[in-house]
C-alpha cells in the first residue's frame, strides 16, 4: 500500500494534462451466473480543461465508469489514475480524504441533507477537509450567491424549487475547488431552461486549466455544453466526438 | 461535522422527540425503582441510621436482623463494659408494645428505651421539648409523623395532632408526652416513642431476659470489628459494627422478602422498554439518512468520522434522555420527601443509571454504525 503522502498534487507533464486516464478497466458486479460485466474495457482519458460527457442507453455502465473515475467504486481489472494517482492502490482512509478534497459530485438525486439550510450542506465538503465552522459557512453562502441564492442561504430544502435545489447541489460540488467534478444525469429532474442555466454554471465555474468535469446524461438539449461526447453502450465506448450535432441527428 | 451530527438529530423534530422519550423513560424507571429500593432497604436499618453514635451493636448472638428481637439479661452489660477496647456501653430498648388512645382506639408503637443515666440512643433531632425532660415522670417523646397520623386525638370537632401534655396509656401505664421529635424513617408505619430504658422494661410485659441492645463505643483507634469479634469471643453474644449489622439486616430482607424482585423487575422493564423504543427510533434514524452518511463518505468522510457523528447523536440523545428521566426521578423524590415515600438518591446510584444509559446509547449506536460502516461510498450514485 502506497502512503497518503506518495499523493501527487501537482503531478509534472502528463497529469498536468490528463485529469483521469482510464486503461482497460472493466467492472464485473456479482460472481458466478450472476456476475453483471458493466463494463468491458474502457481506455479514456478526460483532459484537464474540458467538459466531457458521457451518453448511452439506461444500463450501459455510465455511473458505473465515474464511480470508478472518482474513487468512490474499484474496477475489477485494468487501471484508472486521477491525476496520476492510483486510487485503487492507496489505503482506505487516505483514499476517502484525497477523494474529499480532489472530487465534487452532483448526484442525480442530490442528497441534499433536509435538516440542513442550504449554506450548511453547501458546507459539508468544507468541513470534511477541516475547515471550522464558521468559515465553511461563510465559503458556503459565498458560493451560493455567486449562483444568485444569496436570498436562500438559509432555507431548507424542502423550501426551494427543483432549480434551486440543483444549483445548491453543484455549489456544494463547487465549493472546495475540487479538480475533478462528476455529475450524473445532473438535468434529468429539470425543464429545459433550467437545464440550460445550470449546465452554464458547471460550465462557468467547474472547467478550468487543471480542472475537468465529467457529465453522465442522456439529455441531447445539454450535448452543446460538451468540449467532447463519449457514446457508450454495453460496457464498451463506441466512439468520442466533438460534435453533437451529430448524435442529434443520429435517431 | 459535530454540528452537521447534531443538527441532522434535531431536524427530525419526531423521531428526536421519540428517541429521547424513549431514554428519558428508561432513566426515570432505572433511577425511580432502584431509588425507591434502596429507600426501602435503607428504612431496614433506620435506627442504626439514627444512632450513628454507636460503634458496635451486641445482642443475642440468634438475632438476624434489627428487628428480629431476643432479650438478654441486664447483667451482659457489665460484662460488655468489662471488654478491652470498650470506651462505653449503654442499655438500649427497642420493642413494640400497645398503646390506648383517650378515644378508646388501640395502636401499635415501636419503643425505644435509652439509657437512663446519659440519655444515649435519643432521637437524631427534637422538634419541641428537650431529650432531658424524659427524665420527668411517665415522660414520653414522639416521633412527629407519628403524631399527626396514627396518634392524633379525637375531639369533637374532629382529629388533632398529638401536643405536649397529652397522656396515652402504653400497656396499661399512664404516659406523659414531653416533647417531639424528628426520626429517619423506619421500615414499619407504626409510631416511634423514645423513653427512659427503665421506664421501657416497667411498660413492657415482664420476662425474664429484657434487654435487646447494648451500644458500644470504642475506644480511640480500636478497630470497630475487630472490637466486636473480641466482645463476641469474651461473652459469647452477638456483636457486629454498625456497618456490618446494617449489612446483615439489608441482606435478610434481600433474602427473605420479594422487595428486591419487585423493583428489579420494574428497573429491568424500564431499561429493556427504553432501549427497545430508543434502539428502534434511532435505528430507524439512522437507516432515514443512511443515504446522507453514503453522501458524506463519497465526499471524504471517513468511517472514523462517521462513527463520531453516530456516537455523538447517540449520546448526546442519552445525555438528554438521562439528565430528563434522573431529574424527575430526583424531583419526584424531592417533593414527596416528607411523607412515606421510600426514595434514597446516592450518587452511586446515579452513576449506575447513567452507566445503564451509556449501555443502552452504545447498543443503539452500536447496530446503526455497523450499517454506516459497510455502507459503500458508490452507492451515492445509485437513485
Ligand atoms: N451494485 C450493482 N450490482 C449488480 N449490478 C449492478 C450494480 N450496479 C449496476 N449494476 C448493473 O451494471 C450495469 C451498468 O449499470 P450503470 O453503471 O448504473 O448503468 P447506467 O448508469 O449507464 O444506467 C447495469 O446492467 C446494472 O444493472
Ligand atoms: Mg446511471
Redesign the pocket.
Known sequence: MKQASSLKDNAPDQAQTVAVSCRGITKVYGSGDNAVHALRGIDLDVQSGELLMLVGP?GCG??TLISIMAGVLDQTAGQCLLFGNDLSQIAANAKTAYRGKTVGFVF?SLNLVPMLTAAENVAIPLLLTGVIWMDALHHAEEMLSRMGLQDRLHFYPSELSGGQLQRVAIARALVHSPRLIVC??PTSALDNVTGQEVLEVVRSLGVAKDRAVVV?THDARIYHFADRIAVMNDGRIERITTSPQELVTVP | MNAIALKMLMGDRAKYVSIILGLTFASLLITQQTGIFLGIMARTFSTMSDLEIADIWVMDPMVQYLDDIYGMQDTQLYRVKGVDGVEWAVPFYKGQLRARLKDGRFQSLVVMGIDDATLIGGPPRMLEGDLADLRRTDAIIVDSIGASTRLTQREADGDRPLRIGDILEINDNRATVVGFCLVTRPFSTMPIVYMTYSRAKQYAPQERKMLPFILVKAKDGVDHRELADRIHAITGLGAYSTADFKRLTVGYYLKNTAIPLNFGTSATLGFLVGTAVAGQTFYNFTLDNLKYFATFKAMGATNGVLLRMILLQAFFVGGTGFGLGAGIASLIGFVLRKGEFAFWLPWQLLLASAAAVSLICLGVAAISIRKVIRLEAGVV?KG
Do not use: G, M
Request: aromatic fraction near 12%.
Open positions: 439506461s455510465k455511473t442525480q450524473d444525469e453522465v | 450514485f
